[in-house]
């Protein structure tokens, strides 16, 4: 029997850095789904390999599990310097210790290493030059800041 190649080990290489301005928390209480919260964007910035602004309109749709931990569900678009829109999607998980939780919630300077908030985020956009970002994965490590969510985007290789 022939052997198979082994498939390719994936690395990651630093993409953009996005720092995303967040409104105050709705929280709707427990629903069908679960506890859910809605942040909204109110603007912020991209920079590394794009740069532009982020627009205001877009929010986080939280659900908080039993434990703590919040579902990631962020939707918000982007307008390049160059014009060009972009539309990102968030998704994943914050998590930790229930005091270090509940200091992000008060708005605390927390350090990040004390607890987990990563996410995977892909992009859609319509501009020939920027579709590569629509053919590769993302991960994002991430900071919780009492006014904006700040995280460095890896391409997984």
């Not at 991209?46 to 908080?64: H, M, P, R």
């Amino acid at each position: 029997m022939t052997a198979r190649p082994a498939p390719p080990v994936p690395s990651l290489e630093p993409a953009f850095e996005v720092v995303v301005h967040i409104g105050g928390v709705d929280d709707y209480g427990v629903t069908r789904a679960g506890h859910r919260r809605v942040i909204a964007i109110t603007g912020g910035r991209v920079t590394g390999s794009i740069t532009g602004e982020i627009l205001t309109g877009g929010a986080d749709w939280q659900l908080v599990r039993p434990d703590g931990t919040l579902e990631i569900d962020g939707r918000y678009s982007a307008r390049t310097d160059a014009g060009d829109l972009l539309y990102l999607q968030v998704a994943g998980v914050r998590s930790g210790e229930p005091a270090v939780l509940d200091a992000l919630l008060r708005g605390d300077a927390v350090d990040p290493s004390t607890y987990y908030f990563r996410t995977v985020v892909t992009i859609e956009t319509a501009a020939p030059h920027l579709a590569h970002l629509q053919r590769s994965v993302f991960v994002a490590s991430c900071i919780r800041d009492a006014d904006a969510v700040r995280y460095t985007a890896y391409r997984v290789t």
